[in-house]
């Protein structure tokens, strides 16, 4: 039963409730950063060198962001099957994201940059790992609503499902973004 | 139609269909209604009873350590029934100890006291005080206790394993969390303590996303913020800080994984063990401590701000006034709040921090003295020349402000680096901590629990095992700390086995013995309160719709039936025309927040 439709408010709570879940998410990137930052003084810290494919994969996610934004665009103009194209597209994008990154791990591992080469590349690991899977939730999410699109029994109106999608996408784009900086200038 | 016309006519059918619903109450079966349930009610009960038998595992284990501590020279043949090797010839053996200390910590801290005390009543008390039908998203309200639940199992599994549950305190600090070679209770078991925790950080995540959005966004109407009861409050605060530095510990439980099983060095450099050379390199121990202190340090006021906020209620509802200094006591759970995030580092006085950042943390830390000593006033004139009524609750919550004076006290010692420097890891140390934020929020979950229990279960808790539950904890819980301040400063070191050996501390041999006759009795009485849980649930005297607000409270959760259904009113939510302390006002003893402002009267 959702309760939430009862209120009389501007925001919908599951909009708060998406904000509130990101601003979760930054406090442990936000941990992350302190830790890299706290380390990066200290003896022993190898400077990093990010893989090119990492670029490719910037590339890759600001296009999906696009991708998304039309899906949420063609839904307000009630265009269901370019709905459908958009977030598909989204989808694969998605994917396409995850996969360059493992590219770029593997390509690390192979140089000799393992894991547990050096603690700056320990970092390296844990904190592009921790943001794909973020993405892949994402992911899951949009490959749900993909299927959903087609339904003919339960046709949305509302686009409070989309919109949540739209703000959580572009944010792990803005996420990976600042991640991708922060560990070019810090390491 | 447009999306927006559309959404508006979808949420008019979905309106109508939802008041039918609370009215027609739709048939649900057994696992819908009392498993699987998304009622805000049913979790909330969930919650509670699982914190309770966690209550029991937890305070047994501490029943256990201090009969080793009390009667060292004593053997127990049937520890040795229970436990097998672990307590062979029945005295525990030095692994157990520190597995029981270990789960004493964690248990009580994060299951009973965080899970068990703010799930339950921001579950149970949120919509039903701000006038909501239920948690902004049920569903993931209905996750948060499942994570929980799924912790449980892997954090009880985990005292099963061959080589033992945890054993490597409540803080996990690396490097002996980190390396299975270490210790026994630093393999399986610690690998399964991470997991439950990490299932437990997702939960109270879920959770707490849902308490402040339901707090901010679904409040009925005319329920401004500043009509708002304390009680709101303090979840409200509560589920903001777990918001912030639950996060922060899981990524240190990430990283700590990494080190433990993919051979990373975030916190482990230049290591020894059992004669071999580690190659890790470049970590740092200390790192790890700021990041668990990040959290620890706010942990013990999540702990503590619902047990506030409840005390708050309690003692305005039974003096018959108005709580002192309403926006007082929200400014202070604000600025305890904000405080609590930049003083994790009176923690690490001896970690070998640099000196000059422990006197800015030392600085902060005291600065906390000053919201709490603003609410300890405000209860006190909220008691002064109050009509007391001392119900059960009443006693528990005059007992949390008791206990949170005198273990307050000596936080200013302890959070004075020059201090804490001698008597930091000693009993002085556990005397208060426990005072102030063990015991007083165990107090403030007793508070709430024979407070609301009528509107939990529809029936009341019997008074006189109340009062006898009360009188023997708060005598136990002073001569079970009290001394433990003498040895504290005394130098005598917590976490210790055995203390026989020590010339120093045999004078303590006869103090430690009494605790533990003391301990033995204390939990013996918790039964009492336990038995008179469960048999009120079926036994209890009946709150009738004549008598559905017993406590003649102000506040929204007294105008729902007796028991109420999922979606709390029949028919329309009640309007909100003042703030939730409106008693003794003119002559009358009490006004319900739902009665509109009368001409002759002002609105506080």
């Known amino acids: 039963m959702d309760f939430a439709m009862d209120q009389r408010t501007k925001i919908h709570p599951k909009r708060y409730m998406m904000w509130m879940a990101i601003v979760s998410i930054i406090m442990m990137f936000v941990g992350l950063s302190s830790a890299f930052i706290v380390k990066r003084s200290q003896a022993n810290w190898v400077s990093l060198e990010i893989p090119l494919v990492f670029f490719y994969s910037t590339g890759v996610i600001l296009a999906s962001s696009l991708t998304v934004a039309m899906a949420k665009r063609a839904f307000g103009l009630r265009q269901i099957s370019r709905y459908a194209v958009w977030l598909g597209a989204a989808a694969v994008l998605g994917i396409l994201f995850v996969v360059l990154q493992t590219i770029g791990f593997i390509e690390l591992w192979n140089s000799g940059v393992t894991v547990s080469r050096n603690v700056s590349f320990s970092f390296l690991y844990v904190i592009v790992g921790l943001h794909a899977l973020h993405v892949l939730g994402g992911v899951v999410a949009l490959i749900v609503m993909f299927i959903k699109s087609f339904s003919a029994r339960n046709i949305v109106y509302s686009s409070l499902g989309i919109n949540l999608m739209a703000t959580y996408w572009h944010f792990v784009d803005i996420l990976w973004i600042y991640l991708l900086i922060f560990m070019m200038i810090e390491g | ?604």
């Open chain 2, 1 to 604: 139609m447009t999306n927006e016309e559309a959404l508006q006519h979808q949420t008019q059918v979905a309106h109508g269909a939802a008041v039918a619903a609370h009215v027609a109450h739709h048939k649900q079966s057994f696992i819908t209604k009392y498993i699987f349930s998304q009622d805000h009610k049913i979790i909330s009960r969930q919650f509670l009873i699982t914190g309770i038998i966690w209550a029991v595992i937890g305070g047994f284990f501490s029943v256990l350590f201090r009969m080793q501590l009390g009667f060292p020279d004593q053997t127990f043949p049937w520890l040795e029934d229970i436990f097998g090797k672990w307590a062979e010839g029945g005295r525990i053996s030095q692994d157990l100890y520190y597995t029981l200390v270990t789960m004493h910590g964690t248990i009580l801290v994060f299951f009973v006291l965080t899970a068990g005390l703010s799930g339950t009543f921001s579950n149970f008390l949120i919509p039903l005080q701000v006038g909501a039908r239920d948690m902004a998203s049920p569903f993931v309200n209905m996750l948060s206790y499942w994570f929980f639940f799924a912790a449980s199992v892997v954090m009880f599994s985990s005292l099963f394993v061959s080589t033992g549950g945890s054993s490597v305190g409540w803080t996990f600090y690396p490097p002996l969390s980190a390396l299975g070679d270490a210790a026994e209770g630093a393999k399986t078991g610690m690998d399964l303590w991470l997991i439950s925790i990490f299932l437990f950080i997702v939960s109270q995540l879920l959770g707490g996303l849902n308490y402040v959005v339901t707090i901010i966004n679904m409040r009925t109407k005319g329920m401004f913020m500043t009509r708002l009861p304390l009680t709101i409050w303090s979840f409200m605060f509560t589920a903001i800080l777990g918001i912030l530095t639950f996060p922060v510990l899981l990524s240190a439980v990430v990283l700590l994984m990494f080190d433990r099983h993919l051979g990373t060095s975030f916190f482990l450099s230049d290591i020894v063990i059992q004669g071999k050379i580690l190659p890790n390199e470049g970590g740092s121990p200390i790192l790890f401590q700021h990041l668990f202190w990040f959290l620890g340090h706010p942990e013990v006021y999540i702990v503590a701000l619902p047990a506030m906020g409840i005390t708050s209620e309690v003692v305005s509802t039974n003096s018959r006034k108005p709580i002192f200094g309403y926006m007082a006591m929200v400014g202070s759970f604000f600025a305890i709040s904000t405080l609590s995030m930049i003083v994790w580092a009176h923690h690490m006085f001896v970690s070998g921090m640099n000196p000059f950042l422990g006197s800015v943390f030392t600085l902060f830390t005291l600065l906390i003295a000053v919201p709490s000593a603003i609410k300890v006033f405000n209860w006190l004139t909220t008691l002064w020349r109050g009509n007391i009524i001392f119900t059960p609750a009443m006693l528990f919550s005059i007992g949390f402000v008791s206990l949170f004076i005198s273990g307050g006290l000596t936080g200013i010692w302890l959070g004075n680096a020059a201090i804490d420097m001698h008597i930091h890891d000693t009993y002085f140390n556990i005397a208060h901590f426990h005072l102030v934020m063990g015991v007083a929020s165990m107090f403030g979950m007793f508070a709430g629990v024979y407070h609301w229990f009528p509107k939990m279960f529809g029936r009341f808790m019997n008074k006189t095992l109340g009062y006898i539950h009360f009188w023997i904890t708060i005598v136990c819980a002073y001569l079970i700390f009290w001394p433990m301040h003498y040895e504290g400063i005394a130098g005598m070191p917590r976490r210790y086995y055995d203390y026989s050996n020590w010339e120093s501390f045999k004078m303590f041999e006869g103090l430690n013995t009494f605790i533990g006759y003391v301990v033995i009795i204390v939990f013996a009485t918790q039964f009492l309160f336990i038995f008179n849980f469960f048999y009120s649930i079926y036994k209890g005297r009946k709150m009738t719709e004549s008598n559905k607000n017993p406590w003649k409270a102000t506040t929204l959760e007294w105008t729902t039936p007796p028991l109420p259904g999922h979606g709390n009113w029949e028919g329309e939510i009640p309007e909100v025309h003042r703030w939730a302390y409106d008693y003794s006002k003119g002559d009358r003893d009490f006004i319900p927040q739902t009665e509109p402002i009368g001409e002759d009267e002002g609105e506080h």
